[in-house]
T-cell receptor, first 112, second 116 residues
């Protein structure tokens, strides 16, 4: 089954404790992206990647890191999480710009 | 930069009736794609319908159709014969067809309630 898998689905943690949200897709997509969803703001792009070792900033990259060492994986790293990073996070992937993005099921992060 | 505006934070429709959700966008590009995504309480992002800007014909997917007005930069979603399962948050999104890595720019969403 074609899918984008995010882990964990839920996480409550404390300020400053490094965390990683994993994202994996099994569709051989070149393009992968991270979004955060906040009430009243819709979804905003954090980082994206066009292919292995190619990443770039989106609209709200501050406080986040990503890496793309393998085509299928695109982890989101919060080196020193802060409460303003409490949000719902989505990973997405697609083949081409024209193709709709496939979304993971989301990760709810709470930073206390 | 492109912007997407959904001016209706909430809408309500009775079961079996028709409802239209509004979306406008701002861009200087001529080639792009527009999407409507549905987010039910399960919070999954589900693609509802897609429209290519170069196509004049409005996209249709079963009970869902769009009214795409390129000159007016408008992209509304019509849901016919509304069902209880249509209750969700709906997001309009824009994606450029230029450049090598174009993101989705989302509107702020419209929450649709379906009543009996």
């Amino acid at each position: 089954e074609a899918q984008v898998t995010q882990n964990p689905r839920y996480l409550i943690t404390v300020t400053g404790k490094k965390l990683t949200v994993t994202c994996s897709q099994n569709m051989n997509h070149e393009y992968m992206s991270w979004y955060r969803q906040d009430p009243g703001l819709g979804l905003r792009q954090i980082y994206y990647s066009m292919n292995v070792e190619v990443t770039d900033k989106g609209d709200v990259p501050e406080g986040y890191k990503v890496s793309r060492k393998e085509k299928r994986n695109f982890p989101l790293i919060l080196e020193s999480p802060s409460p303003n990073q409490t949000s719902l996070y989505f990973c997405a992937s697609s083949f081409l710009n024209s193709q709709p993005q496939h979304f993971g099921d989301g990760t709810r992060l709470s930073i206390l | 930069a492109q912007t997407v505006t959904q001016s209706q934070p909430e809408m309500s429709v009775q079961e079996a009736e028709t409802v239209t959700l509004s979306c406008t966008y701002d861009t200087s590009e001529s080639d792009y794609y527009l999407f409507w995504y549905k987010q039910p309480p399960s919070r999954q992002m589900i693609l509802v319908i897609r429209q290519e800007a170069y196509k004049q014909q409005n996209a249709t997917e079963n009970r869902f159709s769009v009214n795409f007005q390129k000159a007016a930069k408008s992209f509304s979603l019509k849901i016919s014969d509304s069902q209880l399962g249509d209750a969700a948050m709906y997001f309009c999104a824009y994606r450029s067809d230029t450049g090598t890595a174009s993101k989705l720019t989302f509107g702020t969403g419209t929450r649709l309630q379906v009543t009996l």
